[in-house]
């Protein structure tokens, strides 16, 4: 019996699912996989826009204007052209940005990303990435985007394996999600926050016995 109780504000179910948990590949056995099928890596090259968004987790994400490089794309020394999409808008744990991608052929493909990571001085940004609502592999639940006041051109994993990761498309349609997530520092805060709990259990336990404001 599964049980779910209101506890505050109006929502709807559609649907419940209850699976066995699946244990991801690492990107090395993924690729082995991915390569005794006989996929190989594409000659292709796709462009997509990134502020052209198919979805967004929410309102707040929204299309911004850059105008620091000629080589933003579309790009206006005097109007106003949304080229960009992100920046502090785009921070917090859970929320994703979805494209859609056509791809012309089967293989194996590189995902470069034009971007800056101008924000967090020192330190890291984390992604996770999907295709089509699945993670790939291992390495794609934490990808790491480094602080750089310039923008800077990267492929997923390039910092792990020469040429970066290579994840294989089938010819069509295919949706590319990418979710900020806590990365290396998720065990930390957890950690944080079950201190926090703690602390304030004891707190409460003596609050009970000398009330809020001691008499001393």
Partial sequence: T?????????MVVHSITLQASQSLPSYEDALRAWQQKGYKQ???TIRVEAENAAFKSAQSIYMLNDR??????????????????GADKWQMPGQ????????PESGLYAISLRYRQNLKSNDVSSR????????????AQSLEFHYNSSWQMESLGEKQVKGGYLFYLSEGLHT???????GRYSTIVK?????????????RSIAMITGYIPDM
Avoid at 191 to 203: F, P, R, T
Wanted: proline content about 4%; cysteine-free.
């Fill in 2 to 10: 599964l049980t779910v109780t209101s506890v505050e504000e109006s």
């Fill in 42 to 44: 594409s000659s292709k």
């Fill in 68 to 85: 620091t490089s000629p080589v933003d794309s579309p790009y206006d020394y005097k109007a106003i052209r949304y080229n960009t999409i």
């Fill in 96 to 103: 994703w940005i979805e494209w859609d991608i056509t791809v």
């Fill in 128 to 139: 996770t990435l999907y295709i089509d609502n699945a993670i790939p592999f291992q390495e």
């Fill in 176 to 182: 590319l999600r990418m979710e900020v997530t806590l």
């Fill in 191 to 203: 950690d944080v926050k079950e201190s926090i709990l703690a602390l304030n259990d004891i707190y």
